[in-house]
């Protein structure tokens, strides 16, 4: 089992910048990637980024590409998503996971996720 915990989001205006965080615990050995999922209300979880732990690979949605960065910490077990230049849109409860396997861009592909953290951008 791996537990996941986020951290950092918050309330900004448009314009601005947060950095959220993720501490993994439990069976972190077995860990191939991290993503960051968001879901707004009345909206389906949309993938957001990823990336693996061991190569460092990333991807990121289009809509977030060049705003956000994805970013690992292996000696602490932790992930981060740096959120620049955030826009009213980005608004959504933000969620890390965990795939032991591959992850990717579809939430099915990720086994253990955390509570969720609210980022909430107003204009």
């Known amino acids: 089992q791996v537990q996941l915990v986020e951290s950092g989001g918050g309330s900004v205006q448009a314009g601005g910048s947060l950095r959220l965080s993720c501490a993994a615990s439990?069976?972190?050995?077995?860990?191939?990637?991290m993503g960051w999922f968001r879901q707004a209300p009345g909206k389906d979880r949309e993938f957001v980024a990823f990336?693996?732990?061991?190569?460092?690979?990333?991807y990121y949605a289009d809509s977030v590409r060049g705003r956000f960065t994805i970013s690992r910490d292996n000696a602490k077990n932790t992930v981060y998503l740096q959120m620049n230049s955030l826009k009213p849109e980005d608004t959504a409860v933000y969620y890390c996971?965990?795939?032991?396997?591959?992850?990717?861009?579809?939430?099915?592909?990720?086994?253990?996720w955390g509570q969720g953290t609210q980022v909430t951008v107003s204009s």
């Open positions: 996971a965990s795939s032991n396997v591959y992850g990717g861009t579809a939430a099915h592909g990720y086994e253990y």
């Open positions: 439990g069976r972190t050995s077995s860990m191939y990637a």
């Open positions: 990336c693996t732990w061991g190569g460092g690979s990333t």
